[in-house]
């Protein structure tokens, strides 16, 4: 089993959608938990960290649920400029280590 | 975020010859620094932590002997891939590390090995 699952995608959803990824993790120990936004053939970019009350920029919104292990993103009212490949990714503040996930492909239509 | 640079941005070499990327953090004295491997389509995977002043830590199934790295000085990691063939041809990601697991990525190496 995979340490961080996601769903690859790709989702396809028109300008101003909702649209909602999720991603699970194996390790119960984790400590810090990430939303990354990687663009084609470019370094993944911190999009935002995920806390346990659940956190909002802007149009996107980190939920993490601990008891399940699952984390969320949420992105209202996407732009074109959504498009990209969305990447959960788990740390251990013990090791500085962080896992990744393989990301889910967002793309969004006019 | 802090800034991190990675030279060079591509590389394509022949088979067996070695090549050499920087990874610097521009504006902050990074400790620890690390690098990744990607394939297409692939996720990030960790391929050593590099500890400045300290031998590299690798992962599970990494080569030292054919992935040296060196960190030093606290702004500077490298990281040689000796005797490169096609199958190391892939993206090389560094990272610098900051607090509470937050790290700052370079923008990348592309390697082709002909």
């Known amino acids: 089993r995979k340490e961080v699952e996601q769903d690859p995608g790709p989702f396809n959803v028109p300008e101003g959608a909702t649209v909602a990824f999720n991603c699970t993790y194996s390790?119960?120990?984790?400590?810090?938990f990430f939303w990354y936004r990687q663009d084609c053939r470019k370094e993944p970019k911190l999009l935002m960290s995920v806390y346990s009350s659940g956190n909002e920029d802007g149009r996107f919104t980190a939920q993490l649920n601990r008891a399940s292990q699952y984390i969320s993103l949420l992105i209202r009212d996407s732009k074109l400029s959504d498009s990209a490949t969305y990447l959960c990714?788990?740390?251990?503040?013990?090791?500085?280590?962080?896992?990744f996930g393989t990301g889910t492909r967002l793309q969004v239509f006019p | 975020g802090a800034v991190v640079s990675q030279h060079p941005s591509w590389v394509i070499c022949k088979s067996g010859t070695s090549v050499k990327i920087e990874c610097r953090s521009l504006?902050?004295?990074?400790?620890?620094m690390f690098w990744y491997r990607q394939f297409p389509k692939q996720s990030l995977m960790l391929m050593a932590t590099?500890?400045?002043?300290?031998?590299?830590?690798?992962e599970q199934g990494v080569e030292k002997d054919k992935f040296l790295i060196n960190h030093a000085s606290l702004t500077l990691s490298t990281l040689t891939v000796t005797s490169a063939h096609p199958e190391d041809s892939s993206f090389y990601i560094c990272?610098?590390?900051?607090?509470?697991?937050?790290?700052?990525f370079g923008p990348g190496t592309r390697l082709t090995v002909l």
């Open positions: 990714v788990v740390g251990d503040i013990y090791t500085d280590k962080l896992i």
């Open positions: 590099s500890n400045e002043g300290s031998k590299a830590t690798y």
């Open positions: 990272s610098a590390g900051g607090d509470y697991n937050e790290q700052f």
């Open positions: 390790n119960s120990a984790s400590q810090s």
């Open positions: 504006d902050f004295q990074a400790t620890t």
